[in-house]
């Protein structure tokens, strides 16, 4: 079916004839006409009764103008929308952060873009930086902060906010009262680490490994998938954890775990905005990236 001759068929309906259908739409009368016919036999059916100059819909026509219609008005929703989408108006930002930006920072940035933009939804996917990368590389997510550096030329890398990697022991614990603990001191207690491929993880054994200490197998007690896990094992007793210092200000406050940095200097950390090289983002990620960089 033939757009063109649907339009100029419902446009001779509205107009009720081929005269001022042919008027409206700045086309000679033998046009429509043969535009109608063309659509007629391409549908083997008669859609039109030619009564001299007036023009009545057959059952077939009216059934077709019913959908002509819905048709018509369908295509300029489309348009609508992609121009609204263009516009940044609405549509999606498909977003994702690794477990400490994507609890600690990413929320209050989504809220801000969220108040300016209210017809974006934000789809916000929060799990270890592996994983985020993993998503992205799929081109499941247009942009993503995480916690580790990705050396990858596939993709953007902008570094923004930071972070420190503190020691947490609950209050009781001996060294609760120290001010700091050297490197070499983690490798005689039970200890607790977040799952592999979470970037504080790899930050943590980098600043063992420049300081030739090794974790002993029979030190590890478990591996966790989260810092809520990471927290509550540390405060059932089962040892202690390298952590984001964000993510325990709320215990450190109410007094039940201690932080405490290492000896050997803060284990400072940068976030990273990233995305896939070359890949044009929507009008909304573009000016969620702006947000971002805006901030730090």
């Known amino acids: 079916m033939n757009m063109r001759h649907l339009e100029i068929f419902l446009r001779v309906i509205e107009q009720g004839g081929f005269t001022k259908a042919a008027l409206a739409m700045r086309l000679t009368q033998p046009t429509l006409s043969a535009a109608v016919r063309q659509l007629e036999e391409s549908l083997e059916t008669q859609l039109l009764n030619r009564l001299g100059r007036e023009v009545v819909p057959t059952t077939a026509g009216r059934l077709l103008c019913g959908y002509a219609r819905r048709i018509f008005a369908l295509r300029q929703e489309a348009l609508s929308e992609l121009q609204a989408l263009q516009a ?6 498909l977003l994702g952060g690794s477990t400490i930006p994507g ?3 990413l ?4 809220a801000g873009f969220s108040r300016d933009f209210p017809q974006i939804k934000v789809n916000l996917r929060l799990a270890a930086t592996e994983t985020i990368v993993s998503a992205l590389r799929e081109q499941l997510l247009e942009l993503a902060l995480v916690g580790g550096a990705v050396d990858d030329r596939r993709f953007d ?3 923004c906010f930071g972070d420190e990697l503190v020691v947490i022991v609950p209050l009781g614990h001996p060294w ?3 001010e700091n603990i050297s490197e070499k001191e983690l490798a005689d207690v039970p200890m607790l680490l977040r799952e592999r491929g979470s970037a504080s993880r790899r930050a943590f054994e980098l600043r063992l490994t420049e300081h030739g200490v090794d974790i002993p197998a029979e030190r590890l007690i478990a591996e966790v998938g989260g810092n809520e896990a990471l927290k509550q094992g540390v405060l059932a007793g089962l040892g202690v954890a390298v952590i984001s210092k964000l993510a325990v200000v709320g215990e450190v406050n109410r007094r039940e775990l201690v932080a405490l940095p290492f000896a050997a200097g803060p284990l400072r ?4 905005l990233i995305q ?3 890949f044009k983002l929507s009008v909304a990620a573009e000016r969620f990236k702006a947000l971002v960089l805006s901030r730090f």
Do not use: H, N
């Open 88 to 93: 940044g108006e609405q549509g999606q930002l």
């Open 103 to 105: 609890t600690y920072i």
């Open 107 to 110: 929320p209050q940035l989504v």
């Open 157 to 159: 890398v902008i570094p």
């Open 176 to 178: 609760a009262g120290y």
């Open 269 to 272: 950390r940068s976030f990273y």
């Open 276 to 278: 896939v090289k070359g």
